[in-house]
């Protein structure tokens, strides 16, 4: 079992373009959510997707959208990078229904 | 709105010995909490987690509690080696919400 598993590890933008990240479930789950982690802080929920929708959103502008594919793997874009996007981003996956999160190792966003 | 508060922020121990880390959450409406390790720059790995319906779990040297009356979860670490050192995150569930609220972490070191 792979886990969860997201790419890349690392990426160095410039202000002002845009980046997809991307995210792939671990087996067997079929919800995938997406946090931002600043440094020193606790992770803030973005989003969730399931059957290739958005169910719940956090306290992030449009800037940040998202895509889920039939195979449940999913996307994260962000446009207009601003300098304060610079982060961790981390994708959790679970069975639609379960409890337990797990979590990928997360890419490091730096924007320059 | 939920908050999760950890104390303390970073904690220091001789190796051998057993620790607690403290988390509280404002509403005592959740579904479950769950405790993470994360290793510096890298994703949360899954700990423990504890239903609303339960009082702890154990896992190995790990022992997590639930007061949800109180809004109060400890995390146990028995006889801590320098392996253990890592920031630890709690993260409740609320009801009615699909996602995770963190609290900012405890930065562990274990002096060998």
């Known amino acids: 079992d792979a886990g969860v598993t997201q790419s890349p590890t690392h990426l160095i933008k410039t202000r002002g373009q845009q980046v997809t990240l991307r995210c792939s479930p671990k087996?067997?789950?079929?919800?995938v959510s997406w946090y931002q982690q600043a440094l020193g802080q606790g992770p803030q929920f973005i989003f969730q997707?399931?059957?290739?929708?958005?169910?719940q959103r956090g306290n992030f502008p449009d800037r940040f959208s998202g895509h889920q594919f039939p195979n449940y793997s999913s996307e994260l874009n962000v446009n207009a990078l601003l300098l304060g996007d610079s982060a961790l981003y981390l994708c959790?996956?679970?069975?639609?229904?379960?409890?337990?999160?797990?979590f990928g190792q997360g890419t490091r966003l730096t924007v320059v | 709105k939920q908050e999760v508060t950890q104390i303390p922020a970073a904690l220091s121990v001789p190796e051998g010995e057993n620790l607690v880390l403290n988390c509280s959450f404002t509403?005592?409406?959740?579904?479950?909490l769950q405790w993470f390790r994360q290793d510096p720059g890298k994703g949360l790995t899954s700990l423990l987690l504890?239903?609303?319906?339960?009082r702890e779990q154990t896992s190995g040297r790990l022992n997590a509690s639930l007061d949800k009356s109180s809004g109060r979860s400890t995390l146990y670490i028995a006889a801590s080696q320098p392996g253990d050192s890592a920031t630890y995150l709690c993260a409740v569930n609320s009801a009615g919400s699909y996602q995770l609220t963190f609290g900012k972490g405890t930065k562990l070191s274990v002096i060998p």
């Open positions: 087996s067997g789950h079929d919800t």
């Open positions: 997707y399931y059957e290739e929708e958005e169910r």
């Open positions: 509403d005592s409406a959740i579904y479950n």
């Open positions: 504890i239903q609303s319906s339960q």
């Open positions: 959790a996956s679970r069975p639609w229904g379960g409890t337990e999160a797990f």
